[in-house]
C-alpha cells in the first residue's frame, strides 16, 4: 500500500468490518508498526479517537481532560479552560464534573473527543467518530474536522456511510483484499448536490416521530431549530427523506439549496506509508 495526506486535508477510509482500517488508522498516529515500510513526515502533534474509547475512572471528565493537557504541555488552568470550552460545545450531559465511569457510550465519545482537541493537532485521526453521539453533536464533529483542515492540520476518518464520508472528506482510500486504493479526490460539498430541509411540528394534532435521522440515506447534518430541525441531505435522496418526514407527521417549512464556501487549504506536510 502506499498512502499519503497532506496538510490541509480531510480523507475517508472505507472498507468492510475487518478489512484492515483500524490496524491502518493506528500505524498512522504510530500506536502500531507497519511490518515492512515506512510513515514519514508525521506531525509532533497528533490527536486521535479510537473505536472504543474505555473510561472506567473514576475521575471526572474535566480532571481527564485536565490530566492529559497536562501531560501534553499545558499548564493545568489553560487545559482545563480547553477542556471546559469543549465539552460545553459538545453539550457533554452530566457537564464537566460528570464521572468518566457513568458516561454513556456517546458521553465518552465526546470526552474522546475532546482529549484528541486539547492541543491543536497537526494530524487528528477519527476512528468511526460518529458512533453513539447525539443529534447535536454530529453536527459538532463536523465544525471539529473543518477547523482542523481550515487551521493547516490533516484529518483521516473512517465511517461506513457514504453520505458522511462524501460530506466531510475531499478524497477517500478504500481497503480492498488487503490493498489500499485511492478512490476519489473530488469534494462533494457542492451546492448543487445538497438541501436544506427545515422541518416544523404541526400546529395542531400528535406531535411527530422523534427519528433516527442518521439513519436514513442522504442525511449528512441536523440541527436543531426550537420545535423543529434542519437537515443538509443530499439532493438525490430530498424526496424520499421529505416523504418519510411527513409519514411520521412532520411539517415541511423550507426547502432549499445548501450554500457551502470551501475556501483554499494548504499542502505544505505529507504523512506516508
Same mark, same amino acid.
Given at each position: ?64 481532560? #485536565?490530566?492529559?493537557? !497536562? ?5 493545568? *488552568?489553560?487545559?482545563? $479552560?480547553?477542556?471546559?470550552? =469543549? &465539552?460545553? %460545545? ?6 464537566? #464534573?460528570?464521572?468518566? !465511569? ?5 458521553? *465518552?465519545?465526546?470526552? $474522546?473527543?475532546?482529549?484528541? =482537541? &486539547?492541543? %491543536? ?33 490533516a484529518v483521516v476518518f473512517t ?64 440541527a436543531r431549530r ?48
Open positions: 500500500m502506499d498512502m499519503k495526506v497532506s496538510a490541509g486535508d480531510a480523507v475517508a477510509v472505507v472498507g468492510t468490518n475487518g478489512s484492515g482500517k483500524s490496524t491502518l488508522l493506528k500505524i498512522l498516529v504510530g500506536l502500531s508498526q507497519p511490518s515492512s515500510g515506512t510513515v514519514s513526515g508525521r506531525p509532533p502533534i497528533v490527536g486521535y479517537v479510537p473505536d472504543r474509547f474505555t473510561a472506567h475512572e473514576r475521575i471526572s471528565a474535566i480532571s481527564y481532560l #485536565t490530566h492529559m493537557g !497536562r501531560i501534553r504541555g499545558m499548564s493545568s *488552568a489553560a487545559a482545563r $479552560a480547553r477542556g471546559g470550552e =469543549l &465539552l460545553e %460545545r459538545l453539550a457533554l450531559v452530566g457537564g464537566p #464534573t460528570a464521572s468518566l !465511569r457513568k458516561l454513556s457510550k456517546g458521553n *465518552a465519545q465526546k470526552v $474522546a473527543l475532546a482529549q484528541a =482537541l &486539547l492541543v %491543536r493537532p497537526g494530524l487528528l485521526v477519527l476512528d468511526e467518530p460518529w458512533s453513539g453521539l447525539d443529534v447535536s453533536a454530529h453536527g459538532v464533529l463536523g465544525e471539529f474536522i473543518d477547523e482542523v483542515a481550515a487551521q493547516g492540520g465511517d461506513h456511510r457514504e453520505a458522511i464520508t462524501g460530506t466531510h472528506a475531499n478524497g477517500a482510500y478504500a481497503i480492498t483484499d488487503g490493498r489500499v486504493t485511492w478512490r476519489g479526490g473530488a469534494h462533494t460539498k457542492n451546492p448543487a448536490l445538497m438541501a436544506d430541509l427545515v422541518l416544523t411540528a404541526p400546529v395542531t394534532g400528535a406531535a411527530p416521530a422523534q427519528l433516527d435521522w442518521y439513519s436514513l440515506p442522504g442525511v449528512v447534518d441536523v426550537g420545535q423543529g430541525i434542519v437537515l443538509r441531505v443530499t439532493r438525490e435522496h430530498s424526496d424520499t427523506i421529505l416523504m418519510t418526514a411527513l409519514q411520521h407527521r412532520w411539517s415541511v417549512d423550507t426547502v432549499a439549496r445548501a450554500a457551502h464556501d470551501h475556501g483554499s487549504r494548504a499542502d505544505t506536510r505529507s504523512v506516508a506509508l
